[in-house]
């Protein structure tokens, strides 16, 4: 492991640190009519959510030497009088209310982290308020779970996320603090904050963006990460740089392929599992290679498809099928995060047991299935060749999200390609 606390050079290297966060009482903070508004398609039930997430972080302690959590990295924080300052001012400004930041000044960091995270009740000391629809004058964070989206760790740097909807604002301030003040993560500076953003046409999402080598990255132009913000990405990220490569991904702006990691996920050197009918399929994506050198675009090119843009840096790829061969379970498993595996080493991966023909098709492809608890008790050990970890995930994948938005990789050792 490099000296380097941010280091993070491909999807698949050894994972060395990984931020994850288990959910708290805000996944509870909705009804079914606004569940749709903070972005679940369904409310979830915690303590089942709890129990599987549970199985996430087991198998992540076994094979991981810093497994770090959100929800203690803050209160971390917290504990400096100034930091916390900066940062409710920011929180409250960006909601409106200004006028709470000395209440909630007076809460200790642990108790103020519980807060941030579980949202602040609006006072409905005015009429206006009264009447007012809304509960909260500072809204909870139900998607903070999916660490993965407010914050990207590419390279040596981070990116700060630049989100999309507003109910994601908060989660991309409170990881920034993390990243200026925790003596674990920060000094490393950033790529691009999206909080400082200036125009609202110019989003981010980290579920968009794989760090496929250290000269490749592929990106989803998506619901979530607007055009204006990749060309920025590609503007920053070749800053200093010969060669910087971009893969453009035009996704559907529909709410099955929010971003790009619910279609496309990186398993191995050779392989990665895939949304057939929007990858491989007659209706694939169209993708596009922009060629960069030090903060400015040279070319771009359009492809049919991704596979045919990374068979250009020779990344010939096996595509396992997430649905296995079928457009009827490929499409109901997409739908439930089945394409969305986190890999913790090259051909170590983690991701829902209830996608069963998506396993199957990896148990075809050479991927030994083993069950999280197996892993987590010790009864099984990780298998030396590949192999899927299969854990407990349908609650969780109601929020939205599968195993790769769950974890935000900080630190990973280099690939042997
Ligand atoms: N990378 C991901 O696809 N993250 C899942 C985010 C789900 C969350 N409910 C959202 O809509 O933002």
């Not at 991904?249 to 971003?259: C, D, G, M, N, S």
Request: aromatic share 6%; proline share 4%.
């Amino acid at each position: 492991m490099s000296e380097a606390k941010i280091s993070n050079y491909s999807e698949i290297g050894k994972l060395n640190t990984v931020i994850i966060h288990e959910p708290g009482a805000e996944m509870e903070n909705m009804t079914p009519e606004t569940a749709h508004e903070v972005l679940y398609d369904d409310i979830l039930t915690l303590d089942l959510a709890l129990r599987e997430h549970a199985q996430l972080s087991g198998v992540l302690n076994k094979v991981t030497e810093n497994v770090l959590e959100f929800k203690t990295l803050l209160p971390d924080v917290l504990e400096d009088p100034k930091v916390k300052l900066d940062l409710l001012q920011d929180v409250c400004a960006l909601h409106g209310h200004n006028e709470l930041v000395d209440d909630l000044m007076s809460f200790d960091a642990a108790d103020l982290s519980t807060q941030l995270f579980q949202g602040t009740l609006l006072k409905k000391n005015t009429l206006e308020r009264y009447i007012s629809p809304s509960r909260h004058a500072i809204p909870p964070l139900p998607n903070a779970f999916f660490t993965r989206d407010a914050v990207m760790c590419v390279y040596d740097k981070t990116i700060i996320g630049s989100m999309a909807h507003r109910v994601r604002l908060t989660e991309a301030l409170l990881l920034k603090s993390i990243f200026n003040n925790h003596p674990k993560l920060k000094g490393q500076g950033f790529h691009f904050d999206g909080t400082k953003r200036k125009s609202e046409q110019l989003t981010i999402e980290g579920g968009d963006l794989l760090v496929i080598r250290d000269d490749l990255l592929v990106i989803g132009y998506s619901e979530r990460t607007s055009a204006r913000a990749i060309d920025r990405m590609a503007e920053k990220l070749s800053l200093g740089r010969e060669n910087l490569d971009i893969v453009v991904v035009e996704l559907p702006k529909i709410r099955a392929t929010i971003h790009l990691d619910m279609i496309f996920t990186m398993l191995d050197v050779d392989t990665v599992m895939n949304f057939a009918p929007l990858i491989t399929g007659a209706g694939k994506c169209k993708a596009f290679h922009l060629s960069c050198t030090n903060g400015k675009i040279n070319y771009i090119n359009e492809y049919s498809g991704l596979p045919k843009a990374l068979r250009l840096f020779g990344l010939e790829l096996n595509f396992v099928n997430c649905g296995g061969d079928n457009p009827f379970s490929q499409e109901r498993e997409q739908w439930t995060s089945g394409a969305n595996f986190f890999t913790f080493a090259p051909g170590h991966v983690i991701g829902y047991k209830h996608n069963k023909a998506t396993l199957e098709a990896l148990n075809k492809a050479g991927f030994e299935i083993v069950d999280a608890n197996d892993i987590i008790t010790d009864k099984v050990q990780l298998p030396k060749g590949k192999a899927a970890v299969a854990m407990d995930g349908s609650e969780l994948s109601r929020g939205g999200g599968g195993c790769r938005c769950m974890t935000m990789p900080v630190h990973r050792d280099a690939v042997n390609w």
